[in-house]
């Protein structure tokens, strides 16, 4: 089992950046992939970015091309999420997830845990 903390959401202005934080427990996650999603106010989760097991590879969609980061610290444990040029419609719940294989997916059935989700509200 794998427990999953996101941590670095806020009210956030319009341009502004943010950097989001996911902490692995228990078991560890270095074996695996790691991926972002988030959910906006009446609408689906949707996939937002991951990263392979290594860190040398990644996947994003293409609304966020450009303007968000992912990268991870095996040794640590923990995946992060960096945000440029926030926009309203970025507003959303985002969580973090453990793949199920070490290779970056994007559908959220190739994700066996997931975090909480934490709050990021864009300002405009």
């Known amino acids: 089992q794998v427990q999953l903390e996101e941590s670095g959401g806020g009210l956030v202005q319009a341009g502004g950046s943010v950097r989001l934080s996911c902490a692995a427990s228990?078991?560890?996650?270095?074996?695996?992939?790691m991926g972002w999603f988030r959910q906006a106010p009446g609408k689906e989760r949707e996939f937002v970015i991951s990263?392979?097991?290594?860190?040398?590879?990644?996947y994003y969609a293409d609304s966020v091309k450009g303007r968000f980061a992912i990268s991870r610290d095996n040794a640590k444990n923990t995946v992060y999420l960096q945000i440029h040029s926030l926009k309203p419609e970025g507003t959303a719940v985002y969580y973090c997830?453990?793949?199920?294989?070490?290779?970056?997916?994007?559908?959220?059935?190739?994700?066996?845990?997931w975090g909480q989700g934490t709050q990021v509200t864009v300002s405009s």
């Open positions: 997830a453990v793949a199920r294989t070490a290779y970056y997916d994007s559908g959220s059935g190739g994700y066996e845990y």
């Open positions: 228990g078991r560890t996650a270095s074996d695996r992939a």
């Open positions: 990263i392979d097991r290594s860190g040398d590879n990644t």
